[in-house]
């Protein structure tokens, strides 16, 4: 399986880390670096994310950090998972709950 993010996903990881840069550059990075180990976990791992009620083939799955946690929502076409959306867990439309 290859992993590939869709530009609306890197668009929303740019966004999670330009908000927590001021606040603690480095939390800013490692968030970073633990969204795209999960990421790429999922290309041993595809069912590692929950389905996601209403949108067939779609996925999420929860990513701890800190005391809220990110949400990765994925779809898997053919041997593609492809990255669609990344949210904080207090954003709206998704759950962090597990």
């Not at 633990?34 to 009620?53: F, N, Q, T």
């Not at 990110?70 to 759950?95: K, N, P, Q, W």
Request: proline share 5%; no cysteine.
């Amino acid at each position: 399986m290859q992993i590939e993010w869709l530009p609306s996903s890197l668009r929303d990881l740019q966004r999670l880390r330009d908000f927590l840069r001021p606040k603690s550059p480095g939390s800013a990075q490692r968030a970073a670096a633990k969204i795209r180990k999960v990421a790429s976990a999922l290309k041993i791992h595809p069912g590692l994310g929950v389905g996601v009620e209403d949108l067939p083939g779609f996925y999420d799955v929860v990513i701890k950090f800190g005391i809220r946690n990110y949400v990765l929502r994925y779809h898997i076409h053919d041997e593609t998972i492809y990255i669609v959306a990344l949210r904080h867990g207090r954003e709206a439309g998704f759950s962090d709950e597990e």
